[in-house]
């Protein structure tokens, strides 16, 4: 009974709780951008960007907790790290981006391509005297069957 009532309360605390209760809708993107950090600039690779924050990826990354610039383009935003895990970390804004700001850096998705497949149809048309040739050198008669085979 222990077992499972630890199990229950674990299962609450699960980070995937924290992805789907997230405030704002991030779009997926990837990109490159700016962290800066104590008078340096670090180039990352934007991998989402909502109103609220953003995520993002390289090799060495601030600290948790360290106050930073995030620079796109012309967005210049102040914000925290709040988590880092791995090369990966993420970005909470101190301002929130407007939508028309947010949207004029997440370029528009571009028209997924399907392809057609169609299994071409069964014609026939007559042999030409070569190909005629070719299939009587492939094709060799079968004899009958013999007594005792």
């Given amino acids: 009974?222990?077992?499972?009532?630890?199990?229950?309360?674990?299962?609450?605390?699960?980070?995937?709780t924290q992805v789907q209760n997230r405030r704002e809708r991030r779009s997926n993107v990837l990109l490159t951008a700016f962290v800066e950090?104590?008078?340096q600039s670090l180039a990352v690779k934007l991998r989402n960007l909502s109103a609220d924050g953003a995520l993002v990826e390289a090799d060495s990354l601030?600290?948790?907790?360290?106050?930073?610039?995030?620079?796109?383009?012309?967005?210049?935003?102040?914000g925290k790290v709040i988590w880092v895990r791995g090369t990966r970390a993420g970005i909470n804004f101190h301002t929130p981006l407007t939508p028309e700001l947010l949207l004029r850096h997440v370029p528009t998705?571009?028209?997924?391509?399907?392809?057609?497949?169609?299994?071409p149809g069964l014609a026939s048309k007559p042999l030409t005297l070569s190909e005629r040739v070719a299939a009587s050198r492939w094709v060799t008669p079968i004899a009958p069957d013999s007594p005792g085979e």
């Fill in 37 to 39: 950090l104590s008078g």
């Fill in 109 to 119: 998705p571009r028209p997924r391509v399907t392809a057609d497949f169609r299994r």
């Fill in 62 to 78: 601030p600290v948790e907790g360290a106050e930073i610039r995030f620079r796109r383009g012309d967005l210049i935003v102040a």
């Fill in 1 to 16: 009974m222990k077992f499972y009532l630890i199990a229950l309360l674990l299962s609450g605390m699960d980070e995937s």
